[in-house]
T-cell receptor, first 112, second 110 residues
Framework: RKEVEQDPGPFNVPEGATVAFNCTYS??????FFWYRQDCRKEPKLLMS???SGNEDGRFTAQLNRASQYISLLIRDSKLSDSATYLC?????????????FGSGTQLTVLP | NAGVTQTPKFQVLKTGQSMTLQCAQD?????MYWYRQDPGMGLRLIYY???????DKGEVPNGYNVSRLNKREFSLRLESAAPSQTSVYFC?????????FGQGTRLTVV
């Protein structure tokens, strides 16, 4: 099983829709997780962090389910500008090799 | 505040040529990384450096070498480029949970 696996996508949704992506992780000791956003041909940038049960920032909600070892990203009222690839990231934690593990990304296209 | 700076932004190489991708960060981070990104494959770790003077292989190290010259700089070298190394390369650094990326190098090997 890969360390981090994401919904393959692509997701094509109409403007205003609600869309959710999932990301599963294999290491139960992982303590924190992150969602990065990557625009076409650009570098990834941090979108949200998930440290405990969840985090909400405007239209974006990130949730963690430790029992099932997955995190989710929910986007409400989708905008055209939300079109991007969303990467799930498991950062270093104590006792691990210090490297960032990225999911393969989920591509979202919001249609007018 | 430059963050992470990568050079060059674009490069075309012939098979067998060598080149070095440069990366520098001005945030005093200990950890630095080199990733490659291919369509549909996400970010794959080539090498990383947890601190100055140390480097470790990632998921796809074959065909690459790295140097952590000092705390600021982490270079990636292709000794004999192959078409399979055509990709977008990203350098990143972090100290805490957030990673910062360079703008990427688009490399084509013909």
């Amino acid at each position: 099983r890969k360390e981090v696996e994401q919904d393959p996508g692509p997701f094509n949704v109409p403007e205003g829709a609600t869309v959710a992506f999932n990301c599963t992780y294999s290491n139960s000791a992982s303590q924190s997780f992150f969602w990065y956003r990557q625009d076409c041909r650009k570098e990834p940038k941090l979108l949200m962090s998930v440290y405990s049960s969840g985090n909400e920032d405007g239209r974006f909600t990130a949730q963690l389910n430790r029992a099932s070892q997955y995190i989710s990203l929910l986007i409400r009222d989708s905008k055209l500008s939300d079109s991007a690839t969303y990467l799930c990231v498991v950062p270093p934690f104590s006792g691990s090799a210090r490297q960032l593990t990225f999911g393969s990304g989920t591509q979202l296209t919001v249609l007018p | 505040n430059a963050g992470v700076t990568q050079t060059p932004k674009f490069q075309v190489l012939k098979t067998g040529q060598s080149m070095t991708l440069q990366c520098a960060q001005d945030m005093n981070h200990n950890s630095m990384y080199w990733y490659r990104q291919d369509p549909g494959m996400g970010l794959r770790l080539i090498y990383y450096s947890a601190s100055e003077g140390t480097t470790d292989k990632g998921e796809v190290p074959n065909g690459y070498n790295v140097s952590r010259l000092n705390k600021r700089e982490f270079s990636l070298r292709l000794e004999s480029a192959a078409p399979s190394q055509t990709s977008v390369y990203f350098c990143a650094s972090n100290e805490g949970p957030e990673a910062f990326f360079g703008q990427g190098t688009r490399l084509t090997v013909v």
